[in-house]
Nanobody, 114 residues
Framework: VQLVQSGAELRNPGASVKVSCKAS????????IDWIRQAPGQGLEWMGR????????KYAPKFQGRVTFTADTSTNTTYVELSRLRFDDTAVYYCSRVAVLDYWGQGTQVTVSS
């Protein structure tokens, strides 16, 4: 099982960013995917969950209205898009397969800076 994420991103405040997470080694549609982030010096923060099989999503209240999860079953890839970026969105973003034995992507650094 592997989850491979896209590379680091640098954005200005107010912009949007889209991070990908490509899954391999298992049946993509059989497991939910969580998105989690970790800001510098902070703990892990759960952003939400999506069901790649039907596109269903559940967003943490803090991100509602600014975050969108999508999935492309033809490429076994999920995406998180975060809009109206703020300085405090600077963090490492992770995807994670939801299972008893979970797997995580390697993380994607998103830096919001002017």
């Amino acid at each position: 099982v592997q989850l491979v994420q896209s590379g680091a991103e640098l954005r200005n405040p107010g912009a949007s960013v889209k991070v990908s997470c490509k899954a391999s080694g298992y049946t993509f549609t059989k497991y939910y995917i969580d998105w989690i982030r970790q800001a510098p010096g902070q703990g892990l923060e759960w952003m939400g969950r999506m069901d790649p099989e039907n596109g269903g999503t559940k967003y943490a209240p803090k991100f509602q209205g600014r975050v969108t999860f999508t999935a492309d079953t033809s490429t076994n890839t999920t995406y998180v898009e975060l809009s109206r970026l703020r300085f405090d969105d600077t963090a490492v973003y992770y995807c994670s397969r939801v299972a008893v034995l979970d797997y995580w992507g390697q993380g994607t650094q998103v830096t919001v800076s002017s």
